[in-house]
């Protein structure tokens, strides 16, 4: 590769307009939308006719091709020909967009581009172009004004205006846009540069520079983000970020999900393993909501499990885990989650869990280590706030109990995107707050052990009344059923004594003890090793 440069030079509106039509020009992927409204793209080409300077723009020749935008408004432009160099838009892109669809009349979204020139506005203290044709005798628009076939209109035009046509079009025709050229550059270089010109702050992620890196006239990867998302959206996981799928990519192309393994995924890899990439995360998420009773993100502690899940069933040659396997992975995702693994430093974490991985494949022993179970006071002390690792765990261990409406003995759909927010109609007070506030209960009034999973319309039904009210009525239409459907909430027959005589902390104590007791199971860990764990603890806190 030449040495690499960045060099001042100047280019006029013509060379411009004429470098996006041929496919010279480009805007690269990574650029943010289109933003500027018509207001501002009539005062920049208002600027331009006055001559005043309106910034320069800072491009990027190179002869490697990376993704960029393929048409601007309705008008399509041309893919890079084979063996030219091409020049991306680094710095600049809000504007020229601007003049292009100004020159070419575009459309943009629903907004028409085509603007006009008034030749009786005053330069001086008028602004010379507007996007309504008020007067036909006055007004020219821009593309006519640039055309070169301008000898045709200013025979018709009076005399001033004639003029006033040659000003404004010698104005447009004269401008040297100032440029700064970088060339032979890396493209991490280059998106580095970017970063710091950028007007707006934008920072560019991986997945920005990796569309760019891996593009090809037949592969375009926010295109395919885009439609993965979508479905997954139908299946409940359309919350995952695009770093999910670099994730996955990196360790089933590379065996890595660092940066470095990332960026080190070249187009040739991406577009021919991308139907792998995707089957592999297809199965982890269906693991995910089959085997674990997880129906979205909304109740996934770390999003990071899937790209390890994927990695999984790509070393399993994409076949179902054997019961064996199966019940390490379920250990696996409980630990996660409520030794809240993957809170700091996650690509370390998930670079050791692919190595986890891999044992699992091979029925080697293996187990995320874990420090202290689950204990009764910490599922009462947990307020419910759906962007905890933890207390998302905890709804995960309530969802694997499939419960069910106490209305209906029906169960309860899950999958529902309002559920990832903590003031959802889904999420039911037990004990309602304005009950807990007039019997002056301060503490845990939203305690995860207070909280149940309930129909939206259940949840307005009940309102705020007390449980001893709403749920006898339910009992008596449940009949023989009633304690089935409770113990699909955790509430067992002690938990449900407290809540009918209206003792609210130890209604807490009680169904705290059954979810606990759920999700230490969950972990592998039995009742003896959970009663060891406590000894130990206590033995820790005698000798403090």
């Known amino acids: 590769m030449p040495e690499g440069s960045v060099k001042p030079d100047t280019m006029r509106f013509r060379e411009l307009i004429d470098d996006i039509d041929k496919g010279v020009l480009k805007i690269p992927e990574f650029q943010r939308k289109f933003d500027w409204d018509l207001e501002r793209t009539l005062r920049l080409l208002d600027s331009i006719a006055k001559r005043y300077p309106i910034g320069a723009f ?72 507007t996007s309504e044709r008020t007067s036909p005798r006055s007004q020219v628009s821009l593309e006519t004004l640039l055309s070169d076939h301008a000898h ?13 046509f040659g000003e404004v079009r010698d104005a447009f025709r004269e401008y040297l846009f100032p440029v700064v050229r970088v060339r032979n550059q890396p493209l991490e270089a280059v998106c580095k540069m970017f970063e710091r010109v ?53 360790a089933c192309l590379h065996g890595g999900v660092r940066q470095g393994h990332i960026m080190d995924i070249g187009r040739d890899e991406l577009g021919p393993g991308w139907g792998h990439v995707t089957a592999c995360m297809r199965l982890a998420i269906d693991f995910l909501r089959q085997a674990l009773a997880v129906p979205g993100t909304h109740f ?44 700091s430093n996650p690509s370390s974490t998930i670079a050791e869990d692919l190595a986890r991985v891999k044992r699992i494949v091979s029925l080697a022993d293996e187990t995320v280590p874990v420090a202290e179970p689950v204990y009764p006071e910490y599922v009462a002390g947990t307020r419910l706030r759906t962007g905890s690792a933890y207390c998302r765990a905890l709804l995960a261990v309530m969802g694997y109990q499939r419960p069910v409406d106490l ?39 939203n305690s995860i052990a207070n909280i149940m999973l309930v129909p939206e319309k259940t949840n307005l039904q009940i309102g705020a009344k007390p449980p001893v009210e709403y749920m006898d009525a339910y009992a008596r239409a449940a009949g023989g059923q009633w304690e089935k459907w409770l113990r699909t909430h955790f509430i067992t027959k002690r938990a449900a004594t407290a809540m009918m005589e209206g003792d609210f902390e130890a209604f807490l104590r ?19 090793d959970v009663k060891r764990m406590q000894k130990e603890k206590e033995w820790e806190d005698e000798e403090d």
């Not at 045709?152 to 006033?164: G, M, Q």
């Open 58 to 129: 800072l491009l990027w020749d190179t002869d490697e091709v990376f993704g960029s935008l393929r048409n601007i408004g309705e008008i399509d432009l041309p893919q890079v020909a084979e063996g030219k160099d091409v020049c991306y838009v680094l710095d600049g892109q809000q504007r020229i967009t601007s003049l292009y669809a100004a020159a070419k009349g575009a459309t943009i979204g629903k907004q028409c581009y085509e603007v006009f020139c008034d030749l009786d506005a005053d330069p001086l203290r008028d602004e010379v172009f």
């Open 152 to 164: 045709e209109i200013t025979p018709k035009l009076a005399p001033k205006r004639r003029v006033r």
């Open 198 to 250: 950028n007007t707006g702050g934008m920072e560019l992620t991986v997945f920005d520079i990796m569309v760019a890196k891996t593009w090809t006239p037949s592969f375009n990867l926010r295109e395919k983000w885009e439609n993965l998302r979508l479905e997954f959206d139908r299946r409940g996981y359309g919350a995952l970020k695009p770093i999910a799928v670099l994730q996955s990519a990196a």
């Open 300 to 343: 996934l502690s770390y999003p990071a499990v899937v790209p390890v899940l994927a990695y999984f069933f790509h070393e399993n040659g994409r076949s179902a885990p054997s019961k064996a396997q199966r019940e390490r992975l379920e250990e696996y995702f409980w630990r996660c989650g409520f030794t809240e693994r993957y809170g």
């Open 407 to 445: 209305q209906s003995g029906t169960e309860i759909i899950l999958d529902n995107s309002n559920l990832s927010r903590s003031n959802s109609r889904h999420y039911h007070h037990i004990f309602p707050k304005k009950w807990l506030a007039r019997n002056q209960y301060a503490d845990n009034v």
């Open 510 to 528: 009680h169904r705290g003890s059954a979810i606990a007791r759920a999700a230490n199971r969950h972990m592998g860990l039995s009742a003896a």
